[in-house]
């Protein structure tokens, strides 16, 4: 069984309450850390780890930075610095990115953001620097979270280095896992429906 230490750095970052929540959640999914590393860096790929528990729908995010801005290192230029502004400034507002379904009426709570190369928050110490990563933790607080059904994903318009979001849910309902692939044609702007039970 997995220990609150094991699990990926995102849930050891949240409060202790939730993430003991979220390692019992999500032991059963997860797989060896090891593993979990060697895959943990793959450009055009995003991982996504959703978690409801009581009044909390919490969402977990780990995104090579070339992904979010299209390089891997600390901004060079003006026009980088500003790409990475826009970047950030979309991540804040992640109930943009993020559209849960009405039913569970959720307000956007504390967002983490953390990236080494961006000087953000407290990054992993393990990130190398040749390969930039961009953490993110997205806190939605809802007066019934349980009746989400769908979260809409808005990614794949915000960022055009994104290609695959790869899902883990845990909810009431259990655990599911779940694939997004980028959209062609007109349908890349529009949002991606994550549906979060059976």
């Avoid at 995010?61 to 600390?74: Q, Y």
């Avoid at 806190?139 to 769908?150: G, L, P």
């Avoid at 695959?164 to 779940?178: E, L, M, N, Y």
């Amino acid at each position: 069984m997995h220990t609150l230490h094991t699990l990926p750095t995102r849930f050891r970052r949240m409060s202790s309450g939730f993430a003991l929540t979220a390692a019992a959640l999500f032991a059963a999914t997860l797989l060896p850390v090891q593993a979990q590393q060697q895959h943990a860096h793959v450009h055009g790929q995003l991982k996504l780890d959703v978690a409801i528990d009581g009044p909390t729908v919490v969402i977990a995010m780990e995104s090579p930075l070339d992904n979010i801005v299209g390089f891997e290192r600390a901004p060079k230029t003006d026009a980088e610095k500003k790409t990475v502004e826009a970047a950030i400034a979309q991540l804040r507002a992640a109930d943009k990115l993020f559209a849960i379904d009405p039913a569970a009426n959720c307000k956007l709570g504390p967002v983490d953001l953390r990236s080494g190369a961006l000087g953000l928050g407290n990054p992993d110490p393990a990130e190398s620097s040749g390969h930039a990563d961009l953490d993110a933790s997205f806190s939605f607080n809802c007066t019934q979270a349980a009746a989400a059904k769908f979260i809409d994903v808005n990614l794949f318009s915000a960022f055009k280095g994104a290609r695959q979001i790869d899902v883990q849910i845990a909810s009431a309902q259990g655990q599911f896992k779940r694939q997004l692939k980028r959209p062609t044609g007109a349908q890349a702007a529009q949002p991606s429906r994550l549906m979060l039970g059976k």
